[in-house]
């Protein structure tokens, strides 16, 4: 495992899942924000291509004892990310501006060493031209490409918000790198009604994010991967938490997980 980089900013999410409804808006926003075309019919796992699914987390009690929890599923943007160093064309790689895990589209060549590499497989793989039913593609935005196929793509925090937020701050005078709290967030934060979903600098203690990552409430998936992901998700609810932590079965965890729509 690489030494581990201490960025100066560190974007990072912490995700409530005792406010986490499972309604999908975070999936739809992103899908609309990234020019993602439609999916169509969603059991067709070939041609699902989502940045965010949503996972359903369940406790294995029956009634009355049975509880449900929904875990959405971005890339944790990894502070050692196993994606990286794998790809042979430098495709996907961990800025150094940030700590943001990007995908360059026109350069990866498909091999997708990178998809075999990432333990929570939030990446797909574009076996098809995206299509845009007949009217739908008025939907697409000026702000991220689209892809062909034959290319990999994934979640990147809506970097081209952080774009315009840094531009932003130029214009106002103020720091690029020191943005106030939600002067960028991602598409997926800005649109969840429930406000289960917090962004912000892992390493700036006037963001909500630095306190939650702190939270004994707080854990990471696959965190015994020495991975670093900078997704942190939140739960009052002990079952919940020891998912989280991946506990394998006879360990302290109960319940299971279903779900996702990876193709
Ligand atoms: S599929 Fe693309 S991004 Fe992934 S390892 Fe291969 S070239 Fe790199
Ligand atoms: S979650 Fe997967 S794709 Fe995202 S940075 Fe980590 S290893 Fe790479």
Not at 202 to 215: C, G, I, Q, W
């Amino acid at each position: 495992m690489a030494a581990k980089i201490d960025y100066k900013i560190r974007w990072g999410m912490a995700i409530d899942l005792d406010k986490c409804t499972g309604c999908g808006a975070c999936t739809v926003s992103c899908q609309v924000e990234n020019n993602n075309a439609p999916n169509v019919d969603g059991t067709d796992k070939l041609r699902i291509v989502n940045w965010l699914s949503i996972y359903r987390l369940e406790n294995g009690k029956s009634f009355p004892d049975a509880d449900v929890a929904y875990l959405p599923l971005p890339c944790m943007q990894c502070g050692n990310p196993s994606c990286v160093p794998v790809c042979p064309v430098i495709a996907t790689e961990k800025g150094e501006e940030g700590a943001i895990v990007s995908q360059i589209s026109p350069r990866c060549i498909g091999c997708r060493y990178c998809m075999a590499a990432c333990p929570y497989h939030v990446r797909t793989f574009n076996w098809f031209d995206p299509v845009w039913p007949k009217g739908m593609e008025k939907t697409l935005t000026p702000f991220t490409s689209t892809r062909p196929r034959g290319v990999v793509e994934k979640c990147h925090f809506c970097h081209h918000r952080w774009t315009f937020a840094k531009e932003k701050a130029r214009v106002d005078g103020m720091d690029p790198y020191k943005l106030p709290e939600d002067a960028y967030i991602p598409a997926c934060v800005e649109m969840c009604p429930s406000g289960a979903m917090v962004f912000g600098d892992l390493k700036n203690p006037e963001h909500k994010v630095y306190e939650l990552a702190r939270s004994p409430h707080a854990r990471r998936l696959l965190e015994k991967l020495g991975g670093e992901p900078q997704v942190y998700y939140i739960s009052r609810r002990e079952w919940v938490r020891n998912l989280m932590d991946n506990h394998l079965p006879g360990e302290t965890g109960h319940g299971k997980a279903e779900g996702g729509n990876h193709g």
